[in-house]
């Protein structure tokens, strides 16, 4: 394949929102992952460095928490080993993300611990109010076994919908508690950059359905939507299995 093959193909991934490294591991693009970001920092895409998918940015100041602090439910330093080992799917962390710094429409995402299955919901703003009223249609959708928040206040009334003794609280600016929805997070900056000023449940649901496909390094380059349909079968085959020792 010549130059400007390559070049159509890796613009066609980027166009999707793939990074280099799910072009070459998951798509099969035949070139080095330092050569596709060599291109395009050498300008031999037609792209530049702002049209990396996470643009190098500067050092933030490191927030400290208070020490009288106190969560608003369980802390995370309750929540059992067998969900910090990741050994089944159901648990969720939950977080909001901002489309502006104005008070208006925003995300309410879960995303499942082990597979990274994502629930993505727009909601009318950033209030227990609209959170829970978005959480009682999901837990009608989905099979969610714990949920895992920060200490925002959009967060401390979980325990109306949700049994409260599944509810877990990471302790303040400790984003690491919940690494798994800060990443994948910034897949949904991808399209929706901070600063967007407008979406609607049409585009919200393309994304959410554009992750669940996304490969994963963690996941062996699967996607969360192929690990679950794998893990619902082994689950099945187990079912048939005791029943006929």
Same mark, same amino acid.
């Given at each position: %394949?010549?130059?400007r093959?390559?070049?159509?193909?890796?613009l066609?991934y980027?166009n999707?929102?793939?990074s280099p490294e %799910?072009m070459?591991?998951?798509?099969?693009? +035949?070139?080095?992952m330092?050569?596709i970001y060599?291109?395009i920092?050498?300008g031999?895409?037609g792209?530049?460095k702002q049209?990396l998918?996470?643009?190098r940015k500067g050092k +933030?100041v490191?927030?400290?928490?208070?020490?009288?602090?106190?969560?608003?439910?369980?802390?995370?330093?309750q929540?059992?080993?067998?969900?910090?080992?990741r050994?089944e799917n159901?648990?969720?962390?939950?977080? +909001?993300v901002?489309l502006t710094?104005?008070?208006?429409h925003?995300?309410?995402?879960?995303t499942?611990?082990?597979?990274?299955h994502?629930?993505?919901?727009?909601?009318p703003?950033?209030?227990a109010?609209?959170?829970?009223k978005?959480?009682?249609?999901?837990?009608?959708q989905?099979?969610?076994?714990?949920?895992?928040?920060?200490n925002?206040?959009?967060f401390?009334?979980?325990?109306?919908?949700f049994s409260?003794e599944y509810?877990y609280?990471?302790?303040?600016?400790?984003?690491w508690?919940?690494?798994?929805?800060?990443?994948?997070?910034?897949?949904?900056?991808?399209w929706l950059?901070?600063?967007t000023?407008? +979406?609607i449940?049409k585009?919200v649901a393309?994304?959410?359905?554009?992750?669940n496909n996304y490969p994963?390094k963690?996941?062996?380059?699967?996607s969360p939507?192929?690990?679950c349909l794998?893990?619902?079968?082994?689950?099945?085959?187990?079912l048939?299995?005791?029943?006929?020792?």
């Amino acid at each position: %394949m010549d130059s400007r093959a390559f070049s159509v193909k890796i613009l066609h991934y980027h166009n999707q929102k793939l990074s280099p490294e %799910m072009m070459v591991k998951a798509k099969g693009v +035949t070139v080095g992952m330092s050569t596709i970001y060599y291109w395009i920092h050498h300008g031999k895409l037609g792209l530049t460095k702002q049209n990396l998918l996470y643009p190098r940015k500067g050092k +933030t100041v490191k927030k400290q928490a208070s020490l009288n602090f106190k969560p608003a439910g369980q802390s995370i330093e309750q929540r059992p080993k067998a969900i910090n080992l990741r050994l089944e799917n159901g648990h969720y962390e939950i977080d +909001t993300v901002l489309l502006t710094r104005a008070k208006n429409h925003c995300l309410l995402v879960l995303t499942d611990q082990r597979s990274r299955h994502q629930i993505i919901r727009l909601i009318p703003n950033k209030s227990a109010e609209s959170v829970n009223k978005a959480l009682k249609l999901i837990l009608r959708q989905h099979h969610i076994l714990s949920i895992t928040a920060d200490n925002g206040a959009e967060f401390n009334r979980l325990a109306d919908v949700f049994s409260k003794e599944y509810i877990y609280y990471a302790h303040p600016y400790a984003y690491w508690e919940r690494g798994i929805n800060e990443n994948h997070n910034r897949l949904i900056r991808r399209w929706l950059p901070k600063g967007t000023k407008k +979406t609607i449940p049409k585009e919200v649901a393309f994304i959410e359905n554009w992750i669940n496909n996304y490969p994963k390094k963690y996941l062996d380059y699967k996607s969360p939507r192929e690990d679950c349909l794998l893990a619902n079968l082994k689950f099945s085959f187990k079912l048939i299995i005791d029943f006929y020792p």
